[in-house]
């Protein structure tokens, strides 16, 4: 019903179905974000995404320090 994956210690999970998520270790997890924000330095990368609903979604920022 979906996937997890492990991107350089970055965590996702990506559902294609809507399931009971208590137990499984997605519980605190946040449903649909905003965006990805990459911080490294002076440097900001940022991964819009789009969903049509209406709602408010916040954003996972991930920072780097050298």
Known sequence: M???LD???LEFA???TDHDING???DKALYR???FVFRMGATTHR???SWED???HEDVI???KR
């Open 14 to 16: 990506l559902l294609a």
């Open 47 to 49: 991964i819009q995404l």
């Open 24 to 26: 499984t270790g997605l």
């Open 62 to 64: 991930i920072t780097w």
């Open 7 to 9: 991107i350089q210690g």
């Open 33 to 35: 974000p905003g965006a």
């Open 2 to 4: 979906g996937i997890t």
């Open 54 to 56: 209406g709602l408010s």
